[in-house]
């Protein structure tokens, strides 16, 4: 599952990488753009299991 937090990583890195590129910017897209990576169960597990991982 580390995988999916290193590929939402890099989803959302792209998705802010264009909006801040010259040219017009729409907010709204960038935000459910970056929503719609990061509001994921999956993701959320992944990111748990790796937590637990972690020595405390």
């Excluded at 907010?27 to 992944?46: H, N, Y």
């Amino acid at each position: 599952m580390p995988d999916r937090v290193t590929q939402a990583m890099k989803e959302a890195q792209a998705i802010l990488a264009r909006y801040v590129e010259p040219g017009p910017r729409d907010c709204e897209k960038t935000i459910s753009d970056l929503l719609a990576v990061l509001d994921d169960e999956r993701l959320l597990q992944a990111m748990e299991e790796e937590h637990e991982r972690q020595p405390h």
